[in-house]
């Protein structure tokens, strides 16, 4: 009796659901770096820090006023359709210690 060929299952402890949500979650990463770098991000960034007079958005609802070098997708970057990426409304500005904070919380979600 012909024996089946082996299958290829690098990991085998993988479900498909796993396999497909890690190849959708990395090819949304390569999306968004090139939504990142592109024109359009960079004047939608301007017009939010502008918008929010260059201030720390999370600071300030905790009554401190604190310089914001970050723009912080209210829906996490990864989960945005192109348009939401660049929904000004979608945008808040953000310092570097509250974007660490946030982005820490969106990873563990
Ligand atoms: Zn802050």
């Not at 914001?68 to 970057?77: E, G, I, K, N, S």
């Amino acid at each position: 009796m012909p024996l089946k060929p082996p299958v290829h299952n690098p990991h085998p402890h993988m479900t498909r659901k796993h396999r497909d949500d890690a190849y959708n979650r990395a090819r949304a990463d390569a999306e968004v770096t090139r939504w990142r770098n592109g024109k359009r991000w960079k004047m939608v960034r301007r017009l939010t820090l502008e918008r929010d007079r260059g201030l720390c958005q999370e600071c300030k609802r905790a009554g401190v006023t604190r310089a914001a070098q970050q723009v912080h997708h209210l829906t996490p970057a990864h989960l945005c359709s192109y348009g939401q990426f660049h929904y000004l409304p979608g945008l808040e500005s953000i310092c570097t210690a509250c974007h660490g904070r946030e982005s820490a919380r969106e990873r563990r979600s």
